[in-house]
């Protein structure tokens, strides 16, 4: 189980994992000097676009990735690349997802790592600066599942992650068979989350941890308790 896709925030973060979430879930877009950021939207609120920000002019709050890998050394990371040609910032070269992939290359550990997206422009590049870095294809609830399946089987991505309300036994079932996790989002009901746990997702991303971690029979982690 991992936490997301709210707050980025560092502390936010730590917090999910020493409640006892097996990952955590964040979302990467590039700054205008070529960092790595931590920000659900294109935009963040009062200061402005992230990709035309540098380092220095973003909030405290916005934490960069490198902090938090140091930070969450050994927990499971789900990183979404943030590129929408629909968003103010969008850059059609994904030097985002390449930078990402080359960073965790260079640091290791991808074993534990899986990066997702929305777009096969990045997963694609991802998987062209590392072929054995985990790729998890997002789609919408209206999405056809049975393309996605196979667009993910053609190009050699590691897992599905649809919206939960488009999860099915027979879904998980034919994403199994291909040799694909199936990791869905986002889940804060505890009876979907018995549901799909039962139909056997690999994986559920949620903004309750402790009342998800109730509902599949597990108890939360004291707080306070170490991350790492």
Known sequence: MGVGPGENTLASLVDAVRAGADGIECDVRRTADGALALHHDAVIEGVGTVAEL????????????????DALQGSRLNLEIKNLPHEP???????????VA????????????????????????????????????????????DKALG???????????????????????????????VNTWTVNDPDEARRLAG????????????????ALGRAPTEPGAPVG
């Open 151 to 181: 667009r993910a089987v053609e190009r050699g991505w590691s897992a599905l992650h649809p919206h939960h309300r488009a999860v099915t036994a027979a879904l998980v079932a034919a994403a199994h068979d291909q040799g694909l996790a």
């Open 89 to 99: 910032g969008y850059d059609p070269e994904e030097l985002t997802a390449r930078q």
């Open 102 to 145: 080359t960073l965790l290359a260079e640091r290791g550990g991808q074993d534990s790592v899986i990066i997702s997206s929305f777009t096969s422009a990045a997963l694609d590049a991802v998987v062209g600066i590392d072929p054995d870095l985990p790729t998890g294809f997002l789609t919408t609830a209206d999405y056809d599942q």
């Open 199 to 214: 139909i056997g997702v690999d994986g559920v991303i949620t903004d309750a941890v402790g009342a998800i971690l109730a």
């Open 54 to 69: 540098t380092v220095a002019q973003l909030p405290e709050r916005v934490p960069l990735l490198e902090a938090v890998l």
